[in-house]
């Protein structure tokens, strides 16, 4: 597992999902839930919210 790459999936969805927040803020739920349960950014994510 590609940890660097891995910070770069999260931070894309990060910075994606701030521009969206003034207009949809659930935007990043959304966007979390449709990433394969398995793939790296999905973890991540989890990990950071938990």
Same mark, same amino acid.
């Given at each position: 597992?590609?940890? /660097?790459? @891995?910070?770069?999936?999260?931070? !894309?969805i *990060? *910075?994606? !999902?701030q /521009?969206? /927040?003034?207009? @949809? &803020?659930? @935007?990043? *739920?959304? /966007?979390l839930?449709n990433l &394969? &349960? @398995?793939?790296?950014?999905?973890?991540?994510?989890?990990d950071?919210?938990?």
């Amino acid at each position: 597992m590609d940890t /660097k790459q @891995n910070d770069v999936i999260w931070l !894309s969805i *990060e *910075e994606s !999902s701030q /521009k969206d /927040k003034q207009y @949809n &803020p659930s @935007n990043r *739920e959304v /966007k979390l839930s449709n990433l &394969p &349960p @398995n793939s790296c950014a999905y973890v991540s994510a989890l990990d950071f919210l938990a």
